[in-house]
């Protein structure tokens, strides 16, 4: 059986050759494993190197220097080739020797494996592909992830522990698509959708149509960036909570399609709203987690200024899929410089999803490049993963002012900062 979303066909000669092709589904950044754990009999194992994608495939499903391998276990019965299982499956099989195949990002369309498969009890005969030792270390390592299942799957993924990013906030009084090339030119990764020099200031929100929100996303995927973070402004509890969920629910959408795992909200400032507000978030939380999205608190003035007032809405919402964002800068800003946030930090143990990486310069000025500020980072991030935050989004919200070439010279250096704070490359 072959798993949804995959083809396969395989054709034998005498029971000594067989060839199969297998068509993944899988995105750039994914890897899938297959694995056949129902064979009996003589088996042998033999690598092959998996064909680059050819120029008749679409562009945005290719990569640059795509490069894959796989390893597949060939039986001298055709039958067993028909044993497909899932990822899922891979861990959980006695018999280690299983058929697994790992398909690295960038290889979009079917892919031959063709080998010659001896009789039980003789020499294998040559591999069609033969392999350098370079490519057989490069396989081997491969199939190392291939038998860990799930776990294989996230260590190709090669994500790091903190996500090292970037907000379009820096650049708002441009066009959004300056702070993408901002952003990449500075050599981050990761992006969050905030503000720009658009109508409503905020980039996307409750008014975005989905065909706008698309048109961003491809501008943040041309330039090789992901989004982590999307702020989406406010949704209109103040109308009432059908229309708060309504709105919030259309903003989770915009999520979906950049394919951002969490939406920010600022909270409220109003007194009268604040338990409709967070109503409108426990009943959106369930409908974000069918989607797979998570939703996030910052200390943003108002009911939300502090860590434990974070906490308290928080807890009010109940919802495993939200959490808090913090922002050690906002501490500073909404108690006029007086509450430092590495003893704030202190207080949001077990709460932290992702942080907004931002500065503070007194009086009142939040629009400081990360690390020359009042702030004091290493104090703030030592408390943040003693109380759980060990991995997640970093992802700087502002920087010095300055023309757009000036702006992208700070970007690097928070950058850098960062890269130091956590002793890893963005």
């Not at 009999?41 to 120029?55: D, I």
């Not at 039986?75 to 499956?89: I, L, Q």
């Not at 989406?232 to 989770?252: C, E, H, M, R, T």
């Not at 909200?265 to 409709?276: E, F, M, Q, R, W």
Request: overall charge positive; aromatic content about 8%; some cysteine.
């Amino acid at each position: 059986m072959v798993p949804p979303g995959f083809t396969r066909s395989a054709a034998t000669s005498n029971c000594s050759t067989v060839a199969t092709s297998i068509t993944s589904p899988l995105g750039a950044g994914r890897a899938g494993a297959l694995g056949n754990h129902g064979a009996a009999g003589g088996s042998s194992s033999a690598l092959a190197r998996l064909s680059p994608p050819q120029n008749n495939h679409p562009k945005s499903h290719q990569t640059p220097n795509p490069t894959a391998y796989s390893l597949i276990r060939t039986t001298t019965s055709p039958a067993d080739t028909a044993g497909w299982t899932s990822r899922k499956h891979v861990a959980g099989c006695a018999n280690r020797k299983a058929l697994f195949a790992v398909v690295f990002a960038g290889v979009p369309a079917s892919i031959p494996l063709a080998m010659s498969l001896p009789p039980d009890g003789q020499r294998p005969r040559q591999v069609e592909t033969a392999l350098s030792r370079r490519e057989f270390l490069t396989a081997a390592a491969a199939c190392g992830l291939a038998v860990l299942g799930d776990r294989g799957a996230a260590l190709a993924d090669a994500e790091p522990p903190y996500q090292i990013g970037c907000y379009t906030r820096p650049w708002d009084q441009y066009e959004y698509r300056v702070a993408l090339d901002g952003i990449a030119e500075a050599g981050y990764r990761y992006a969050g959708l905030l503000t720009a020099k658009t109508k409503s200031w905020v980039l996307i929100t409750v008014d975005s149509t989905p065909e706008e929100v698309a048109a961003i996303n491809e501008e943040v995927k041309k330039r090789g960036l992901r989004t982590l973070s999307i702020y989406g402004g406010d949704f209109p509890v103040a109308k009432s909570v059908a229309a708060g969920i309504s709105g919030l629910n259309k903003l989770i959408d915009h999520c979906v399609i950049c394919g951002c795992p969490n939406l920010l909200l600022g909270g409220t400032t109003d007194a009268t709203l604040y338990v409709p507000y967070y109503q409108v978030v426990a009943e959106s939380c369930d409908y974000a987690l069918a989607k797979g999205v998570g939703l996030s608190l910052k200390p943003h003035g108002g009911q939300n200024a502090t860590g434990p007032q974070c906490r308290k809405a928080i807890e009010l919402v109940k919802r495993k899929n939200f959490g808090l964002w913090y922002d050690p800068g906002n501490i500073y800003y909404y108690s006029n410089g007086e509450l430092d946030p590495a003893e704030d930090a202190a207080t949001v143990d077990g709460l932290v999803v992702g942080m907004s990486v931002k500065d503070y310069r007194h009086p009142k000025e939040v629009l400081v490049t990360p690390g020359t500020g009042k702030v004091n980072f290493p104090a703030v991030f030592a408390q943040l993963k003693k109380g759980g935050f060990t991995r997640g989004p970093l992802i700087v919200e502002c920087l010095d002012r300055g023309e757009p070439a000036q702006v992208t010279a700070a970007a690097k250096k928070a950058r850098a900062f960062l890269e130091r704070l956590t002793g890893q490359k963005a």
